[in-house]
């Protein structure tokens, strides 16, 4: 936890799949309160996997370690920079092997509570498509705006939110880690009040389902574990094109440091991958 802050009882919960189409699942996912994350790597097998894994890990251990609730921003910039040079090294280190066309990125969007004068704050930063939603009173608000080139194309007048959905390229990201250079990720930042059910998933779940059926599925399942799992199973009923991942986050309240919950679920580099490099 992150020392100094108020601890907060938060309860998640996560799901990813594989899907229908890909043999590999290129997601990773970090649920380590008071630290969220869902990592879409790109690369193929042995490239995005590892890619997401790296992400899962650096975030692992900042939760881990702590950190200080007042330097959000910074920490996470930090750690997204420590991503970034990671997976660039491991895929110069795969190319200087001989494969000349290897590819390792990942998208990545992160929750972690920090504080300031004015009470626990929630910290969001996103890099690529994956999104970050917040869901209050049964209306569902995407938080995150897509590092994505049909994006760009929307806010140019270009097209329509409708033509984003089947534009050849609607996968094409302007953003993401691995990339030859370091990017920078947004950063939003919320009051914890203003904040009921946080959500963060890859783009195998919203490229799948619309936002009224995330919507739906939020506002009848109370349970986050439930409502991540409904999450997921929707994307690959619908079709399970990409690797599915979602995590759900309900804030409940301040609470008692002895009631603190600092149970994990973690799509780690173990349980996938074994050793990063």
């Not at 936890?1 to 009882?9: I, K, L, P, R």
């Not at 999450?231 to 804030?251: F, L, Y």
Request: hydrophobic share 45%; proline share 3%.
């Amino acid at each position: 936890m992150a020392t100094g802050m108020s601890n907060v009882e938060l309860h998640h919960g996560a799901a990813t799949d594989v899907g229908l189409v890909r043999e590999v699942n290129e997601d990773s996912y970090l649920a380590a309160p008071p630290v969220f994350v869902v990592a879409d790597g790109m690369g193929g097998h042995e490239g995005g996997d590892v890619a997401s894994a790296i992400v899962v890990e650096e975030f692992g251990r900042l939760a881990d370690a702590g950190y200080d609730p007042r330097r959000g921003a910074d920490v996470v910039a930090s750690t997204l920079a420590a991503c970034q040079d990671r997976i660039a090294e491991y895929g110069a280190a795969q190319r200087a092997r001989g494969a000349s066309r290897f590819h390792a990125g990942t998208t990545a969007v992160v929750a972690l509570l920090v504080e300031d004068d004015d009470g626990p704050k929630w910290l969001l930063a996103n890099l690529g498509d994956s999104r970050i939603y917040r869901f209050n009173d049964g209306l569902l608000e995407q938080v995150s705006v897509d590092h994505s080139v049909v994006q760009e194309l929307v806010e140019a007048g270009a097209i329509t939110a409708d033509d984003a959905a089947t534009h050849p390229e609607r996968h094409v990201i302007t953003r993401a880690l691995g990339g030859p250079e370091r990017v920078e990720a947004d950063y939003f930042l919320f009051p914890l009040a203003s904040v009921e059910r946080l959500v963060l998933c890859s783009d195998g779940v919203t490229g799948m389902i619309e936002d009224d059926v995330i919507a739906a599925i939020l506002g009848e399942v109370s349970d986050p574990r439930d409502a991540a799992d409904r999450m997921v199973a929707a994307a690959v009923q619908a079709g399970g094109k990409d690797n599915a991942t979602a995590v759900v986050v309900d804030v409940v309240g301040l609470m008692t440091a002895t009631s603190y919950d600092s149970e994990r679920q973690r799509v780690s580099l173990e349980q996938k991958l074994g050793a990063l490099p």
